[in-house]
């Protein structure tokens, strides 16, 4: 039996739908910390709110060599809260299913290149303007 058709067999006997879990908990986490960049860099209210979720984090505050990462420590949590609950969430649903993981790739790309552009101030702009 070759490589490529005793993976083939494994996968067939294998639910693939924790692998899928996991590849698209990170397009939700990179979303997650998309959304709290480009609102709390709208509000000031939004930013002190975010900015308590990651006071935890060292280099937070403080004006050490590097200064601090402020508001940012924040916008980190909260992706990362996202990612683990997303994860969780889409491990407890998929964990017995098996789907294509040609087809999930191809849809994680593209999140994350969608996602990614939107990190660029101009296109942001655009795509955030129902946000005041």
């Known amino acids: 039996m070759t490589q490529q058709h005793s993976t083939a067999a494994i996968l067939d006997h294998h639910p693939t739908g924790p692998i899928i879990a996991t590849l698209m908990a990170v397009p939700c986490g990179e979303f997650a910390l998309l959304l709290a960049d480009k609102i709390s860099n709208r509000s000031k209210m939004v930013e002190g709110w975010v900015f308590s979720f990651g006071k935890w984090m060292p280099g937070a505050t403080g004006a050490g060599p590097g200064g601090s990462i402020g508001p940012y420590s924040g916008k980190e949590t909260i992706a990362f809260a996202v990612w683990l609950l997303s994860w969780a969430v889409l491990h407890g649903a998929l964990r017995n299913s098996s789907m294509s993981i040609a087809k999930s790739i191809k849809v994680f790309l593209i999140a994350m290149i969608v996602i990614t552009v ?7 702009e655009w795509t955030f303007a129902f946000i005041k």
């Open 118 to 124: 939107n990190f660029i101030d101009p296109i942001a």
